[in-house]
């Protein structure tokens, strides 16, 4: 019998690992609110392309204020576009300011009905929830994660390519792992999982044996 408490896991990874699949159904498993960090940053790059002229940082502080998470789930959020001008605005020390307490809010303060909080991102198990219970670290080749990725675009935009997509997640990877600013990191009391060989059940079935183990101890 797993035992109720409260937990808080924090998941690094780069682009297109998997994570956001395997955090959603740890997340769904032991009834945890889940964040995807990365939405956030996304959403903020689209605000930028949409009202270019209007973004400064009074305006978006009040975007930020008034975020719900119904506003995460927007479809335009998820194109490669949006995706890449996000890894290009959160190397700016101030956004990122803006949306770490509503982040660190969300890990320690999740709504009553949750055993608990999980987020993913690149900063979390060292800047958002660095006392987090589990910290993990999902990774997979970086061809691997492009397949992925040009899966999930086609479904979108029929004529991307392949080519494309490894470009711009290549493009991705640079500007997150080097950024001066909160870069993705692997620290040392993250659990690492590379995924490519891996099915996203497999993937699933071995964060439970890990987390199953601690919590009952
Ligand atoms: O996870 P996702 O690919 O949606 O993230 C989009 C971009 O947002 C990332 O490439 C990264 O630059 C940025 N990001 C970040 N910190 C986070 C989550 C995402 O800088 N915690």
Known sequence: MIKKRFIKIAIDSPAAAGAGTLAKSISKHYNLYYLDTGKIYRMIAYIKMKFPKQFNQAFLKKKIRSIKTKDLTNKNLLTDEV??????????????????????????????????????????????????????????????????????????????SFQNVLKSIKKRDKNDFNRRVSPLKRTKDSVLLNTTKLNKRACFLKIKKIIDRKLKS
């Open 83 to 160: 995706g890449t001008e996000a890894s290009i605005i959160s190397k700016n020390k101030n956004l990122r300011k803006l949306v770490h307490s509503f982040q660190v809010n969300c890990a320690y303060n999740p709504p009553k009905k949750y055993n608990g909080s999980c987020l993913d991102g690149r900063d979390i198990t060292y800047k958002i929830v660095p006392d987090a219970d589990f910290k993990f670290f999902i990774t997979a080749s970086v061809k691997t994660r492009a397949l992925r990725r040009y899966k999930e675009l086609k479904n979108f935009n029929e004529k991307i």
